[in-house]
């Protein structure tokens, strides 16, 4: 029974604690949200790491909510060559608070810039911003930040 009452608490406080930390993320997100002087929707420079991680996961999963907004993003350069569409692809990787888990916003600078000659070196950090875009592509729809610059960190 000494059991029970222990683990029900331990549950307790896990849930109370959460919700602090809930609310304190919202605010966190709501202020990178809002327009700022330079013309940027959403600078997600500004906020944590864990902010940054899971607003990236909410526009792969909820692009809707996303499109059109001016993005701002650092983390690490990376580029794929598919075999199957023989397309190159860009993008920068952001890596949660822990360092465990990875997720990747592609960008497109244009087609005035060739690879590797105007692009930075794999792995680079970098702070990329653009518009952000969805297309399709073999039945599948991928988020994008078109019109992207990026400058090195």
Known sequence: ????AVV????????????NTQKSAENSADTAKS???????IDLTK???????ST???????????MGKKIRVTGNF??????NTDKTYFSVIIADATACCQQGLEFDLG??????DDYPFENALITVTGTFTTYKEDNYTYCQLKNASYKLE
């Open 1 to 4: 029974m000494k059991k029970l």
């Open 8 to 19: 029900l608490c331990l549950c307790a406080a896990l849930f109370s604690g959460c919700g």
């Open 35 to 41: 327009s700022s002087a330079d013309g940027i929707d």
């Open 47 to 53: 906020m944590s790491s864990t902010m940054v991680y």
């Open 56 to 66: 990236v996961y909410s526009m792969i999963t909820t692009p809707d909510d996303y």
């Open 78 to 83: 990376n580029v794929y060559h598919s075999e």
């Open 111 to 116: 087609k005035d810039y060739k690879y590797p």
